[in-house]
C-alpha cells in the first residue's frame, strides 16, 4: 500500500495511491505523522488503508502537487554502503580506502528534519555552495515506539519505505569536516523524501535469504544515467540499523533513517574520487536529478539559484584571560 502527501485546491491531505495513480483521501486524518502517532505500526496503517479504499476517489496524482510523504522529527542519515565511503573519502578527504571503524557500527548523523523537499519541488543552490551533489538512498520510517530493539524485534517497527535525496554541498562539507564534529552546513539545506511511502509488507517479496531488500537503484542528472547500483548490497539491514539507532534511547514514530547513499555512482563525489576529477561536473541551477528505487518510486527535482550567505566575521583568537 502506498501513502502520499498532497496539496490540491488549497487543501492538504493524505491519501492511499492506488496502482493506476488514484489518490483515495484518508477521512479525518491530516497527516501521515498524525496517523502514525495515533496507531500502532504497520497493522494499524494497513488498516487505515483498507478503510480509506471504500470512501470515494478524488484526484489523479498527476493533478496535485505532492508534498513530502511525512513530516519526520527526526532523520537519522546512516552510511552503509563500503562503495560511497571509499569513492566519497578520497574525493572530500583525501584518503584512501575505507576506515576499518567503519566495520564496527552502522555509522549515522543527524540531519535538518526542518528542511524536507517533496517530489518535484525546486532545491536551491545552498548559500556560498559552487560544489552540489546528489545522494540516492532508501529510507525506513519507524511506526512504533521502541528501545533498545534487537533486529527481529526491529522489523516489526517500520512501517514503511521512501526514496532519499540527502543534497550535499561538497565545499562547505570538506571544509567543516576538518574540525571533527561531521557534516552541518554542508547538509542543511534540503533533504528529499518521497514520492510517497510504500508499506514494509510491499517489499517483503525482495528480501534475499539475509534480509536484504534487493532492489534496483538509478541516479540520471539531465535525463543522462550516473548511476546504478543494488540496496542489497548494504553492509547492514535495515533491521540491524534501527536496532542500533535505539540502543540507549527511543525510535518514535515517523522517525527517518537513511540508508546512507549507494555505490557505483549514487551520488557525483564518489565518482570524483574514482576518477580524479570533477566529472560529471557539480550541479548548478537548471539541472534536474531523477533518482528512482524500484518498487518504491521515483524523486525528480531541479536546482535552483539560492540565496547569498550572510556575512559573518572569522572567529576571534582570544587571550585566554581568566578571572
Same mark, same amino acid.
Given at each position: 500500500?502506498?501513502?502520499?502527501?498532497?496539496?490540491?485546491?488549497?487543501?492538504?491531505? %493524505?491519501?492511499?495511491?492506488?496502482?493506476?495513480?488514484?489518490?483515495?483521501?484518508?477521512?479525518?486524518?491530516?497527516?501521515?505523522?498524525?496517523?502514525?502517532?495515533?496507531? *500502532?505500526?504497520?497493522?494499524?496503517?494497513?488498516?487505515?488503508?483498507?478503510?480509506?479504499?471504500?470512501?470515494?476517489?478524488?484526484?489523479?496524482?498527476?493533478?496535485?502537487?505532492?508534498?513530502?510523504?511525512?513530516?519526520?522529527?527526526?532523520?537519522?542519515?546512516? !552510511?552503509?554502503?563500503?562503495?560511497?565511503?571509499?569513492?566519497?573519502?578520497?574525493?572530500?578527504?583525501?584518503?584512501?580506502?575505507?576506515?576499518?571503524?567503519?566495520?564496527?557500527?552502522?555509522?549515522?548523523?543527524?540531519?535538518?528534519?526542518?528542511?524536507?523537499?517533496?517530489?518535484?519541488?525546486?532545491?536551491?543552490?545552498?548559500?556560498?555552495?559552487?560544489?552540489?551533489?546528489?545522494?540516492?538512498?532508501?529510507?525506513?520510517?519507524?511506526?512504533?515506539?521502541?528501545?533498545?530493539?534487537?533486529?527481529?524485534?526491529?522489523?516489526?517497527?517500520?512501517?514503511?519505505? =521512501? !526514496?532519499?535525496? &540527502?543534497?550535499?554541498?561538497?565545499?562547505?562539507?570538506?571544509?567543516?569536516?576538518?574540525?571533527?564534529?561531521?557534516?552541518?552546513?554542508?547538509?542543511?539545506?534540503?533533504?528529499?523524501?518521497?514520492?510517497?511511502?510504500?508499506?514494509?509488507?510491499?517489499? &517483503?517479496?525482495?528480501? *534475499?535469504?539475509?534480509?536484504?531488500?534487493?532492489?534496483?537503484?538509478?541516479?540520471?542528472?539531465?535525463?543522462?544515467?550516473?548511476?546504478?547500483?543494488? %540496496?542489497?548490497?548494504?553492509?547492514?539491514?535495515?533491521?540491524?540499523?534501527?536496532?542500533?539507532?535505539?540502543?540507549?534511547?527511543?525510535?518514535?514514530?515517523?522517525?527517518?533513517?537513511?540508508?546512507?547513499?549507494?555505490?557505483?555512482?549514487?551520488?557525483?563525489?564518489?565518482?570524483?574520487?574514482?576518477?580524479?576529477?570533477?566529472?560529471?561536473?557539480?550541479?548548478?541551477?537548471?539541472? =534536474?536529478?531523477?533518482?528512482?528505487?524500484?518498487?518504491?518510486? =521515483?524523486? =525528480?527535482?531541479?536546482?535552483?539559484?539560492?540565496?547569498?550567505?550572510?556575512?559573518?566575521?572569522?572567529?576571534?583568537?582570544?587571550?585566554?584571560?581568566?578571572?
Amino acid at each position: 500500500m502506498r501513502f502520499a502527501a498532497y496539496a490540491h485546491h488549497d487543501q492538504r491531505r %493524505l491519501a492511499v495511491v492506488d496502482d493506476d495513480g488514484v489518490l483515495y483521501p484518508v477521512p479525518g486524518v491530516r497527516s501521515l505523522t498524525e496517523a502514525l502517532a495515533a496507531g *500502532d505500526g504497520l497493522p494499524a496503517l494497513l488498516d487505515l488503508g483498507a478503510a480509506t479504499l471504500d470512501v470515494p476517489p478524488g484526484p489523479h496524482v498527476s493533478q496535485v502537487r505532492l508534498l513530502p510523504p511525512l513530516q519526520p522529527p527526526s532523520i537519522r542519515d546512516f !552510511v552503509t554502503f563500503e562503495e560511497h565511503v571509499e569513492g566519497v573519502r578520497r574525493s572530500v578527504d583525501r584518503a584512501a580506502g575505507v576506515p576499518e571503524q567503519w566495520y564496527a557500527a552502522p555509522t549515522f548523523y543527524f540531519t535538518n528534519p526542518h528542511a524536507v523537499h517533496a517530489a518535484g519541488d525546486d532545491i536551491p543552490m545552498p548559500p556560498g555552495s559552487t560544489v552540489l551533489d546528489f545522494e540516492l538512498e532508501v529510507a525506513a520510517v519507524i511506526g512504533r515506539e521502541g528501545r533498545d530493539l534487537t533486529p527481529e524485534q526491529a522489523r516489526d517497527h517500520i512501517v514503511g519505505y =521512501t !526514496v532519499l535525496n &540527502d543534497w550535499s554541498a561538497r565545499d562547505l562539507q570538506s571544509a567543516e569536516m576538518r574540525v571533527g564534529l561531521g557534516p552541518c552546513k554542508g547538509k542543511d539545506t534540503a533533504t528529499t523524501l518521497g514520492p510517497w511511502l510504500v508499506t514494509a509488507d510491499e517489499l &517483503d517479496e525482495h528480501r *534475499d535469504e539475509d534480509g536484504f531488500l534487493r532492489l534496483a537503484l538509478t541516479a540520471e542528472v539531465n535525463c543522462e544515467i550516473v548511476g546504478r547500483d543494488l %540496496l542489497s548490497n548494504m553492509s547492514w539491514t535495515f533491521e540491524e540499523m534501527v536496532a542500533y539507532a535505539s540502543r540507549g534511547t527511543r525510535v518514535l514514530p515517523g522517525d527517518v533513517l537513511g540508508s546512507g547513499t549507494c555505490g557505483n555512482g549514487g551520488c557525483l563525489a564518489e565518482l570524483w574520487g574514482r576518477r580524479g576529477e570533477q566529472s560529471p561536473p557539480p550541479l548548478k541551477p537548471g539541472d =534536474t536529478v531523477t533518482l528512482t528505487v524500484d518498487g518504491i518510486g =521515483t524523486l =525528480t527535482n531541479t536546482v535552483v539559484p539560492g540565496a547569498a550567505p550572510v556575512p559573518l566575521p572569522a572567529g576571534r583568537r582570544r587571550s585566554r584571560e581568566r578571572p
